[in-house]
């Protein structure tokens, strides 16, 4: 019997309040509970100046659930985290109008990416990690353009200061990637990853 067997259950837990992850989930008909991580982010992307975008994505997932796994240590624990890059600089969640008019004007008419992370943990360790890179060329857009975007969605707490599920889709002229990992959560790795793992959680 492999380590991974040794441990079934009829659930996982997603390492996050975020609810569109949540929502891409549930609609995927996965069995699983929500417990956020008590990770210090931009503490500990303070700490990874070295690593690459990709594995810096990646080391945030499993930080995220390693640290619920060693809470829950029985049962097979989700996290992902989220970068968006446009010339090598992250844009972090912009928290209020003023930074997210900041943050589109400097990706309005460029190419930036949306760089998804998520890691799998049992038991306290990482069984397995993975990035899913997208591409997305922004339109040319005004301020007045901007700002009424903004007013509409308020994407305060979003990676690139857009809702792509919502209005922020039509900002963009061309788009590379799947709509989960824009959205923050790489679903058709992790469907493959739990078929790997020969595991289950669908209802």
Request: aromatic share 10%; proline share 1%.
């Amino acid at each position: 019997m492999s380590y991974q067997e040794e441990f079934k259950s009829e659930y996982f837990i997603l390492a996050s309040n975020s609810e569109i992850r949540k929502k891409i989930l549930s609609d995927q008909g996965f069995n699983f509970i929500v417990e956020g991580s008590n990770v210090d982010e931009e503490n500990l992307k303070n700490k990874l100046t070295s690593l690459s975008f990709e594995n810096k994505a990646i080391a945030l997932a499993e930080a995220k659930a390693k640290e619920v796994s060693l809470r829950n240590m029985d049962i097979y624990v989700v996290g992902a985290d989220q970068l968006c890059v446009c010339e090598n600089k992250i844009f972090n969640k912009p928290g209020n109008k003023e930074k997210a008019l900041k943050n589109l004007s400097a990706l309005s008419g460029k190419v930036h990416y949306q760089y998804s992370g998520i890691s799998i943990c049992l038991g306290g360790r990482v069984i397995w990690s993975f990035c899913d890179i997208s591409t997305l060329t922004m339109k040319i857009l005004s301020n007045e353009e901007l700002k009424s975007y903004v007013e509409k969605d308020k994407p305060y707490s979003c990676a690139g200061s857009y809702k792509f599920e919502s209005y922020g889709a039509s900002l963009f002229s061309e788009v590379k990637g799947s709509k989960s990992s824009i959205l923050g959560l790489a679903l058709k790795p992790l469907m493959s990853a739990f078929d790997e793992l020969k595991v289950s959680f669908k209802k």
